[in-house]
């Protein structure tokens, strides 16, 4: 009889965790900060030389660790953060699988110098390779020092895969980026080669946020407060004038632990559809609070994905979450504030003078030619004295004009408020509000009219449905035929036919008559295939979105368009009565806002 099984010795398993847990510097990074989060630390700093290939320092003002304890935490499967089965499911800490300590040290050349809180001294252990070198006494403040040399200096193949110094740093930046949001109270310093990479002060997550993501995005930031029943969602959202070519600025954490989630990520830009153009995302950082036993974050060693026991429920509270904020379009300044500085500006002789202008629809050929007063910096003249009223006349009547201006008492909007300057290049509608220019896209703006209005059809009614000449047969996966059936009446309620055929077969006999002549038949497996990786009843909604915003584009005019005053009034009201009047369907700007001082840029005023 041979023996072919044999128990590995414990060097061999913590190298081979270590393939797990630690893939690169970042990740070594991002173990010993959490480590450092769970010690209670305020103030966490991390030193990297070439990236982390050569040198990372981590030094912590946490609880420190007692001589026994540091021992022991370099044992594999030695943590303090769980005892017994049942903690599994109530982990409160980020870390718990008592593997990173070890595994770290077993693939690099490691010290570990603490000091608890009350003792006399401090206890340094130095590692190599996994092999306990030296154990000896060392003088500190309290707290911890991990020092990791030389990573990967005994396993090549990893050491191979390491990539350029500039590309591990870019990795560490982002790893402590996604720990400091989810912790505004701790600071976090990080020096790389010596130079500064990140000092980041204590402070609140609005302001942590935009220290993270570039301090010009404070402003466009928009709090998000939900707290229901089973979940608790906050942080804060931007709005559509902060968008990101990619995922790199949404910071999503589930239970305080970042998570890039596909069921999060689908839920947000879901929310912001319609917001922002496709193909751009937002800024975010999103905490997302569900009962312990909701969520099971040991699904991965590096626990950036986790598992939801209800994720629908999930997807559709951060979704309703962030949609309650962008709906009331926080970017778009207050109606009250607007009426304020209207009254306001009745005093200010300049404003007048444009009102009046405006009336006369004249002031696009009108620009600006001398400061007439050091208060009031812009008047407008006309460059075309033919067709242009009079300046004498303006100047002459200026609150009268004004009056002529002032919003239908009716209408208490943000637009229904603004000083219609006139129309320009037939395309574009140009007003005043206080010292802005607003310029709005009369295409965006009314489609986003008439896709509001078609979804409230839709819930009143349906969409109309074409029958096929030929109905067509598609083949699907099991669970996409799973997925039609589960969802057949909803399918029905935006025109969709569909009938099993047998086996994995369906017979698609209507479709949508606005999609009848497109193809019908790629629209029907994107929204099961939609449907069945989500799993909600957002996914329908996607689809009807999609088909809305469609109709909406069509059934609007295109192009130029002289409008006459009242037209723009009345699409004015009309975007007042619309929720995200700020962009278009397809999640174009339906408006811009031009300041006074940066036409004062412009013309070199300032
Ligand atoms: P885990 O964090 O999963 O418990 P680790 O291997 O990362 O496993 O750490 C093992 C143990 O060492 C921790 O449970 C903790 O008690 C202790 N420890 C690690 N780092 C620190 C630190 N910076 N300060 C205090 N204690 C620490
Ligand atoms: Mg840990």
């Keep these: 009889m041979s023996q072919r099984i044999s128990i590995l010795p414990e060097i061999l398993t913590n190298k081979i965790a270590a393939g797990e847990v630690v893939e690169r510097p970042a990740s070594v990074i991002k173990e010993l900060i959490e480590n450092s989060i769970d010690a209670g630390a305020t103030d966490i700093s991390v030193e990297i030389r070439a990236g982390g290939r050569r040198r990372i320092i981590v030094t912590d003002n946490g609880h420190g660790m007692s001589r026994e304890d540091a021992l022991l935490s370099l044992e594999r499967h030695a943590t303090s953060k769980i005892q017994v089965e049942g903690d599994l499911d109530e982990i409160l800490t980020l870390g718990f699988r008592g593997e990173a300590l070890p595994s770290i040290a077993s693939v690099s050349r490691f010290s570990l110098a603490t000091r608890e809180h009350g003792s006399l001294e401090g206890t340094e252990i130095v590692v190599e390779g996994g092999r306990v070198r030296d154990v000896r006494i060392c003088g500190m403040i309290t707290g911890t020092v991990v020092t990791v040399d030389q990573i990967f200096f005994n396993l090549p193949a990893r050491h191979k895969f390491m990539k350029s110094a500039e590309t591990e740093t870019g990795h560490v930046a982002d790893v402590i980026s996604r720990l400091a949001v989810s912790r505004p109270d701790i600071a976090f310093n990080c020096t790389s080669d010596d130079r500064e990479l990140l000092r980041l002060q204590r402070s609140d997550l609005q302001r942590r946020l935009a220290q993270v993501v570039g301090r010009e995005c404070f402003q466009h930031l928009y709090p998000v407060n939900v707290k229901g029943d089973y979940t608790a969602i906050t942080g804060y959202v931007s709005g559509p004038a902060l968008v990101r070519s990619g995922t790199q600025s949404i910071y999503t954490y589930i239970n305080g632990r970042f998570v890039r989630d596909k069921v999060v990520q689908h839920a947000l830009m879901q929310a912001y559809r319609g917001v922002i153009d496709r193909g751009r995302y937002p800024v975010v950082a999103l905490f997302i609070e569900l009962p312990l036993g909701e969520v099971d974050v040991n699904v991965h060693p590096t626990k950036h994905e986790v598992r939801f026991r209800r994720q629908s429920v999930v997807h559709d509270a951060i979704q309703d979450a962030v949609t309650s904020v962008l709906k009331s379009s926080p970017w778009i300044p207050s109606p009250i504030a607007v009426t304020n500085i209207a009254d306001k500006s009745i005093s200010k002789p300049y404003f007048d003078r444009i009102a009046v202008a405006a009336q006369s629809s004249l002031a696009l050929q009108q620009k600006p030619l001398y400061r007439s007063h050091p208060e009031h910096k812009i008047v407008m003249t006309p460059i075309e004295p033919s067709a242009a009223p009079e300046l004498p006349t303006l ?13 239908d008492p009716e209408s208490h909007g943000y637009f229904s408020a603004l000083s219609i300057i006139g129309q320009f290049h037939s395309e574009y509608i140009l007003c005043q509000s206080d010292t802005d220019m607003v310029i709005i896209d009369q295409h965006a703006a009314s489609e986003r009219v008439a896709y509001e209005q078609l979804k409230q059809q839709i819930r009143a009614g349906g969409i109309e449905s074409q029958r096929l000449l030929f109905p067509e047969t598609i083949e699907l996966t099991f669970s996409e035929v799973a997925v039609a059936e589960r969802f057949n009446s909803d399918l029905a309620g935006i025109g969709f036919e569909l009938e099993q055929f047998g086996g994995t ?21 994107d929204i099961l295939a939609d449907l069945e990786r989500i799993g909600t009843s957002s996914a329908m909604n996607d689809a009807v979105e999609s088909l809305l915003s469609s109709i909406a584009c069509h059934s609007v005019i295109r192009g130029a368009h002289p409008l006459e005053q009242r037209q723009i009034k009345e699409l004015l009201c009309r975007m ?29 005023r300032k």
């Design 395 to 407: 100047v002459r009547e200026p609150a009268l004009a004004f009056q002529a201006e002032l919003p």
């Design 576 to 604: 007042d009565r619309t929720d995200f009047a700020a962009s278009c369907p397809h999640g174009r700007p339906v408006m811009h806002v031009l300041t006074l001082s940066e036409l004062e840029k412009i013309f070199k």
């Design 505 to 525: 077969t369906i017979m698609v006999s209507a479709v949508p008559r606005l999609v009848a002549m497109k193809e019908p038949l790629t629209l029907v497996r």
